[in-house]
């Protein structure tokens, strides 16, 4: 037993550390790693090889007992035995998700009932993984209308709730992807569910979410350690702003590509601008396009809802976007964004389809 006697784990070895990440003591970790690589110890054996006092070895090998992990054999000396860790572990890993799931489900009422009053808010988000999150959630929780520019691998991970936001509530993306070259099977799959433009000069990561919430950060700094983005709600003057700043300094600075999206179903656009990219792109290949305004009239103040065919687009970059609609009875109404002046309609939502 002398190779057993001088045996002496570190107490912070890694696979210490990793069963302590599964609910286990420093203790139970130590004792159930020297049973594993030994198979049955003795009492005396476990004190040996771990370090732990005498006094507390019992009330260890009775957890790991109740926890399914060890046998203990009665005699004298009394004998411990490992369980077969594909056994243990696969026990233990079915615990933490039981109690994970509970513990979600109790939180969950707090959270449910808390009251939180709902303002302009400005947050900082620091680390990677954090603003990925957030970037992530704001996607899934869009309704309307994405603006989204980033590097390319922040594409990659967002691809899927991307398509959900596409796919499941016809969310509109407009999308500037920074990179030189390379991944088009990446690229050709989201020129089929957003009207994407290249940017080969990296620009910072923003992402605005139905024009309630922006997300924004330095990409040359994304990978370090100590990143981190703003995160601004509901302030409806600095929004307007930031996403003024996403269509003249990303979106028209960009390379459009060759395959233009044309929607195949109705989608939804809060920014006037974003919404004439769709119709240019649909008179680019002989249809007609047509759309819904939710908006006020520019005379009388008053909320209006409009729809026909779009017979044309009048823009002047950075100062004038609208369109002209016809509606049923061969009307005409020109339909101007946010601070629309010279405009029948103010627009606030529009939906188009072909």
């Known amino acids: 037993m002398d190779s057993v006697v001088n045996y002496n784990p570190s107490q912070r070895d890694s696979l210490v550390e990793r069963l302590m990440n599964l609910g286990l003591t420093l203790y139970e970790a130590k004792s159930y790693l020297a049973l594993v690589k030994y198979g049955e110890l003795t009492s005396t054996n476990l004190v040996k090889l771990t ?3 005498q006094s507390r070895i019992y009330d260890v090998v009775s957890s790991l007992q109740r926890k399914g992990l060890i046998w203990v054999q009665s005699g004298r000396p009394m004998k411990f035995r490992v369980v077969e860790p594909s056994i243990a572990i696969k026990r233990l890993t079915e615990e933490i998700t039981k109690d994970s799931e509970e513990l979600i489900d109790e939180l969950s009422k707090y959270f449910l009932e808390r009251k939180v009053i709902a303002g302009p808010s400005l947050w900082i988000v620091k680390g990677k993984k954090s603003i990925e999150n957030w970037i992530n959630k704001s996607i899934g929780e869009s309704k309307k209308e994405i603006l989204f520019a980033a590097p390319l691998y922040l594409f990659e991970t967002m691809y899927q709730t991307l398509l959900d936001a596409y796919e499941r509530r016809n969310v509109s993306l407009t999308l500037v992807i920074y990179y030189k070259g390379g991944h088009e099977e990446l690229q050709h799959k989201l ?8 940017r080969e000069i990296v620009g910072p990561y923003i992402l605005i979410s139905d024009n309630n919430r922006c997300i924004i950060g330095s990409s040359l700094f994304l990978n370090s350690e100590d990143c981190y983005a703003d995160v601004i709600e509901m302030e409806d003057e600095l929004l307007y702003t930031l996403a003024y700043f996403f269509n003249q300094s990303l979106f028209t600075t960009a390379k459009p590509i060759e395959s233009l999206f044309v ?7 809060l ?14 290949v002989g249809r007609t396009p047509y759309a819904k305004v939710l908006g006020k009239s520019i005379k009388t103040n008053e909320s209006v809802q409009v729809e026909g065919k779009v017979v044309s687009t009048n823009v002047i970059p950075g100062l004038i976007y609208s369109f002209t609609l016809e509606d049923s009875s061969g009307k005409q109404l020109t339909v101007g964004g946010m601070r629309a002046t010279l405009e029948d309609i103010e627009a606030k939502e529009i939906y188009i389809w072909a």
């Open 51 to 53: 370090g732990i006092p």
């Open 191 to 198: 020129t089929k569910i957003a009207n994407v433009r290249i």
């Open 263 to 269: 929607p195949t179903k109705k989608m939804t656009f």
């Open 271 to 284: 920014n006037i601008w974003s919404a004439i990219e769709i119709i240019r792109n649909i008179f680019s």
